[in-house]
């Protein structure tokens, strides 16, 4: 009876420290949110804009400089004046999320663009922009648009921008090789495969890139990765999508580095949106 006690005071305790523990995590956590640590990254949707959609021009208390203009948008009448295609962009629930339209210019072309919203404070945002350049000598005009989560119309939002030419980045990228160029031709020899040109997408499915400089000495690429089959490029079965993993360190090809490898009149070209990269070196990752 007395180990039944002890056993029954035992578990009283283990219940009670339990609980109080619960009760200060909890305290903890609602601290932080009452008390947030800044700066904070805030996560960011991108939407895919067409070059046809128009952007009306306003002024707004947003605009910063002549050489870059932020609009916040928090209704959806707003979003419809702001743009002539805001059917393109995803639903948006305002009571919970913003949009921002942000477009500039600068004086040469440009390859792409980065960006990092950051919370500063309560009611003060940062909006950082790093703009890769090529060697073109022209005047560009870009332009994006984001969803982010609810900002309020008072709310002070500062633009950073930051200007790079490619051959001033090192440039590097985690990936999957996930296909080749058909147009390349490929090359089967004792059960292995080698192409032209590869695809590789980022960890992050963010950026597609096609390169026709890959050490032959990273991978064996199986013979059943290249199919005959009369479409370029060709993409790897889901057996080898995942299979080479890899991390490049590259650059963006000029114009003058730009392979156009010739078709065959049988192969059924597509269309990928990829940027033409030179590798300076490749591992296994």
Same mark, same amino acid.
């Given at each position: 009876? !007395?180990?039944? =006690?002890? $056993?029954?005071? +035992?578990?009283?305790?283990?219940?009670? @420290?339990? &609980?109080?523990?619960?009760?200060?995590?909890?305290?903890?956590?609602?601290?932080?949110?009452?008390?947030?640590?800044?700066?904070?990254?805030?996560?960011?949707?991108?939407?895919?804009?067409?070059?046809?959609?128009?952007?009306?021009?306003?002024?707004?208390?947003?605009?910063?400089?002549?050489?870059?203009?932020?609009?916040?948008?928090?209704?959806?009448?707003?979003?419809?004046?702001?743009?002539?295609?805001?059917?393109?962009?995803?639903?948006?629930?305002?009571?919970?999320?913003?949009?921002?339209?942000?477009?500039?210019?600068?004086?040469?072309?440009?390859? !792409?663009?980065? =960006?990092? $919203?950051?919370? +500063?404070?309560?009611?003060?945002?940062? @909006?950082? &922009?790093?703009?890769?350049?090529?060697?073109?000598?022209?005047?560009?005009?870009?332009?994006?648009?984001?969803?982010?989560?609810?900002?309020?119309?008072?709310?002070?939002?500062?633009?950073?921008?930051?200007?790079?030419?490619?051959?001033?980045?090192?440039?590097?990228?985690?990936?999957?090789?996930?296909?080749?160029?058909?147009?390349?031709?490929?090359?089967?020899?004792?059960?292995?495969?080698?192409?032209?040109?590869?695809?590789?997408?980022?960890?992050?499915?963010?950026?597609?890139?096609?390169?026709?400089?890959?050490?032959?000495?990273?991978?064996?690429?199986?013979?059943?990765?290249?199919?005959?089959?009369?479409?370029?490029?060709?993409?790897?079965?889901? &057996?080898?999508?995942?299979?080479?993993?890899?991390?490049?360190?590259?650059?963006?090809?000029?114009?003058?580095?730009?392979?156009?490898?010739?078709?065959?009149?049988?192969?059924?070209?597509?269309?990928?949106?990829?940027?033409?990269?030179?590798?300076?070196?490749?591992?296994?990752?």
């Amino acid at each position: 009876m !007395k180990i039944f =006690k002890l $056993l029954l005071l +035992l578990w009283g305790c283990f219940l009670i @420290l339990t &609980t109080c523990q619960k009760f200060l995590e909890d305290l903890d956590s609602k601290k932080e949110c009452e008390n947030p640590v800044y700066p904070i990254e805030i996560p960011i949707t991108e939407v895919n804009v067409p070059d046809e959609c128009i952007w009306k021009e306003y002024t707004t208390h947003y605009s910063t400089s002549d050489k870059f203009k932020i609009n916040l948008i928090n209704t959806e009448v707003m979003l419809y004046s702001f743009t002539s295609c805001a059917d393109i962009f995803p639903k948006i629930d305002f009571r919970t999320q913003s949009v921002l339209l942000v477009s500039g210019t600068c004086n040469q072309g440009i390859e !792409k663009t980065d =960006k990092k $919203l950051i919370q +500063l404070s309560n009611s003060t945002y940062r @909006l950082s &922009t790093n703009i890769l350049l090529n060697d073109e000598m022209v005047v560009s005009n870009w332009r994006f648009a984001i969803i982010v989560p609810k900002i309020d119309s008072e709310t002070s939002i500062s633009m950073e921008i930051e200007e790079k030419t490619v051959d001033a980045v090192d440039l590097q990228m985690d990936g999957y090789i996930i296909g080749f160029d058909r147009c390349s031709g490929v090359k089967i020899d004792d059960g292995k495969g080698k192409a032209g040109g590869y695809y590789i997408v980022s960890t992050n499915l963010k950026d597609t890139v096609l390169t026709y400089n890959l050490p032959e000495n990273i991978f064996d690429f199986p013979a059943g990765c290249f199919p005959a089959t009369f479409s370029s490029p060709v993409w790897f079965s889901d &057996t080898y999508n995942k299979e080479f993993k890899v991390n490049i360190q590259y650059k963006i090809a000029f114009k003058e580095e730009i392979v156009y490898p010739l078709c065959q009149g049988n192969i059924l070209i597509q269309n990928v949106n990829a940027t033409q990269i030179i590798v300076k070196s490749a591992r296994k990752n």
